[in-house]
């Protein structure tokens, strides 16, 4: 490629710093053909290579904690996500956000029959919701997965609300100081603007917002 002499150094790197974020826009919309080649937990794979994947959007239950039922959800999603990715080839959507805190990759993964996997577990019950901005775009479709497994009591919702690990999140609406649990229906009449992520129940307390009337607590649990 020839530039012409008018072209200073600096508009020459200018032009392939705008080239390359062209191109890593496209590889990033795109689907990836991986192989899973080992299953971690509920919602993370190995991939071929060595290279770790975590499904964005979802949050399975961890296997190691020091209350037994949390254990047994975590080894349930485990099982549910062997069964659908172990030793496959899958398609990985990346986010806008690629990697995580510890170097993770982060993507939607599709089975080659289409089957979203994300969605599915969080409809089997074996996840929760977790929004981690700006991984955020299929949010309305994981919120509506997740609130239709807790209406059949699956997975972890069957212990709701007694169940310790669906305790570690909520989410408060500014106008009115409340707080709900990420899947409360209250919250589809609430615009996004208007609300904002709390880690736990006592973080959602000491910022001045009080529990929602369906929102028991009953269970506490630190994590």
Request: proline share 5%; hydrophobic share 35%; aromatic share 12%.
């Amino acid at each position: 490629m020839r530039f012409s002499k008018n072209f200073k150094p600096p508009q020459i790197l200018l032009f392939f710093f705008i080239s390359f974020l062209i191109a890593s826009q496209s590889w990033c919309a795109e689907k990836q053909s991986v192989l899973v080649t080992e299953v971690l937990t509920g919602d993370t794979v190995r991939l071929e290579g060595g290279k770790t994947l975590k499904y964005i959007g979802i949050q399975a239950p961890p296997l190691q904690n020091i209350i037994v039922l949390v254990r047994q959800y975590g080894a349930s999603a485990l099982q549910f996500n062997k069964q659908m990715v172990q030793g496959k080839k899958v398609l990985v959507e990346w986010g806008s956000q690629i990697r995580d805190d510890h170097k993770n990759l982060l993507g939607y993964v599709y089975l080659p029959d289409g089957k979203f996997v994300n969605e599915e577990i969080l409809k089997a019950g074996h996840a929760k919701l977790k929004i981690t901005p700006p991984n955020i775009r299929y949010l309305d479709q994981f919120r509506k997965a997740e609130l239709g497994a807790r209406r059949k009591k699956l997975g972890v919702w069957k212990e709701e609300p007694t169940n310790p690990y669906l305790k570690s999140e909520y989410v408060g609406e500014k106008n009115t100081k409340i707080y709900y649990f990420p899947n409360s229906p209250e919250l589809d009449r609430i615009p996004k603007a208007n609300l904002v992520t709390f880690r736990s129940r006592v973080e959602a307390k000491a910022a001045g917002y009080r529990s929602c009337s369906s929102c028991s607590e009953s269970v506490e649990a630190n994590y």
